[in-house]
């Protein structure tokens, strides 16, 4: 697992949240552009990238309230289902943002990685992530990571399909498999488990999402749609966690 530390968050107090129990990890389910542009009578595309000032929301405000990784689920492999100019049209849109993000991300110290089955993307697309994730690979503040063509039943079969590999070439032995072994060979190996699930426009469920990781996150739901999501969506977010219990199976505990 990665060592990285985010700064001291110098804002979080100032927001009425308590700065030694900011999530570490926030994953977000980005969900509502269609029907955000559906209900005003424009095209989902348009949705789409109405959503893009969200994104870039969401990205400042977790870096300065010192959350350390923020996993977005860009694009799922069941996206390829939909039209094929809507597909078309959002690959194209996460190539732009990209290049015209970077510059200003890597100067905020965000690093940029990408999951998912990410060989199966346009070429351009994977082209320009490989250029962004090379750009920012030493910045430390704040890890962004998108999930690309992700599905979390896909990444658990891709871990299973590597550690099978493994035990064939003798490189591992079936009694030395636990959920250690297992969660090394997920896309995620690098990073730790999500604190706080967010999931926009009000569904309530979890879509193939992280799976695995999110066995204990706490999970906060908005009817909010992901383009009107903003910094004060995330900080009522952060602020309703600080409010759980986290027990992880066990109990709360007690109060002498």
């Given amino acids: 697992m990665s060592d990285h530390t985010p700064e001291q968050p110098g804002e979080a107090r100032e927001e009425g949240l308590d700065p030694g129990r900011i999530p570490r990890h926030v994953a977000i389910i980005m969900d509502g552009n269609g029907r955000w542009a559906q209900a005003r009578g424009l095209p989902r595309v348009v949705g789409h990238r109405a959503g893009s000032d969200s994104v870039r929301a969401v990205i400042e405000g977790c870096n300065e309230l010192g959350v350390a990784y923020l996993t977005l689920y860009t694009f799922s492999a069941e996206n390829w289902r939909r039209p094929r100019l809507e597909v078309e049209a959002l690959m194209a849109l996460i190539e732009e943002n990209m290049r015209r993000e970077v510059e200003e991300l890597h100067q905020k110290g965000v690093r ?26 030493e910045n430390k503040k704040l890890v962004l990571t998108l999930a690309i063509n992700y599905g979390g039943r896909a990444e658990i079969v891709d871990a299973a399909a590597r550690l099978a590999e ?91």
């Fill in 112 to 137: 940029v990685q990408a999951i998912g089955r990410l060989h199966e993307l346009p070429q351009s697309l994977q082209d320009e992530l490989a250029r962004t994730q090379a750009f920012t690979r």
């Fill in 166 to 256: 493994q035990a064939a070439r003798g490189a591992l032995r079936p009694e030395d498999l636990d959920e250690e072994a297992f969660a090394r060979s997920l896309y995620t190996a690098e990073m730790p488990d999500p604190d706080l699930l967010i999931r926009t426009a009000g569904e309530m469920r979890v879509s193939n999402y992280l799976l695995w990781q999110i066995a204990y996150a706490e999970i906060w739901v908005t009817p909010v749609f992901w383009p009107e999501f903003r910094r004060e969506h995330l900080v009522e977010a952060i602020r309703e966690y600080q409010r759980r219990t986290r027990k992880f199976g066990g109990v709360a505990p007690t109060t002498p």
